[in-house]
């Protein structure tokens, strides 16, 4: 699976995300950081690695 928005690769934390209606949402952690406060998700945080970046808020920053 691919970032809807940016095209990189999912892992599978990222991959696994769904919205309540059960579709899945398809985006990487750093695009997904932009409307997280906007949508309610269901994921599976027992495939949240260390690594992942979800809670960075790259919508609040334009510096990066």
Request: net charge negative; glycine share 6%.
């Amino acid at each position: 699976m691919r970032c809807l928005s940016c095209d990189c690769a999912l892992n599978d934390y990222e991959a696994t995300r769904k919205y309540p209606n059960g579709g899945f949402v398809d985006l990487c952690n750093r695009c997904f950081s932009y409307i997280k406060r906007s949508v309610v998700v269901y994921d599976r945080p027992e495939l949240e690695h260390f690594d992942d970046e979800i809670g960075l808020d790259y919508g609040d920053n334009e510096d990066v």
